[in-house]
């Protein structure tokens, strides 16, 4: 049974930092692309950063170049992604996913998800 559960959201003012977590169970995480899709307000589901299951290669947003950074712990089957400098527009809910092969990049595409995160940027 593959589950895929996050944590680590929560309100944080501008230029604060967070770190979400993703625990991951019921299939090897190294095997799989793992990755962050979120979903702001009257807003579509977009990517926001992922790893590549073949070569451990990863993806960021132009928005969030720099800022944020993927990373996973393979030992503890879990996925992390530390956000600094957040901005308001950033508010969103966040969303782990997991794929077989490679990253997706749109949410048609994405074969896992997890129930999502708040994260909410105000001051």
């Known amino acids: 049974q593959v589950q895929l559960v996050e944590s680590g959201g929560g309100l944080v003012q501008p230029g604060g930092s967070l770190r979400l977590s993703c625990a991951a169970s019921?299939?090897?995480?190294?095997?799989?692309?793992i990755g962050w899709f979120r979903q702001a307000p009257g807003k579509e589901r977009e990517v926001v950063s992922c790893?590549?299951?073949?070569?451990?290669?990863?993806y960021y947003a132009d928005s969030v170049k720099g800022r944020f950074t993927i990373s996973r712990d393979n030992a503890k089957n879990t996925l992390y992604l530390q956000m600094n400098s957040l901005k308001p527009e950033n508010t969103a809910v966040y969303y782990c996913?997991?794929?077989?092969?490679?990253?997706?990049?749109?949410?048609?595409?994405?074969?896992?998800w997890g129930q999502g995160t708040q994260v909410t940027v105000a001051s």
């Open positions: 996913t997991a794929d077989r092969w490679s990253c997706r990049y749109t949410p048609e595409e994405v074969e896992y």
């Open positions: 019921g299939f090897t995480l190294q095997y799989y692309a």
């Open positions: 790893i590549a299951g073949s070569d451990g290669s990863s």
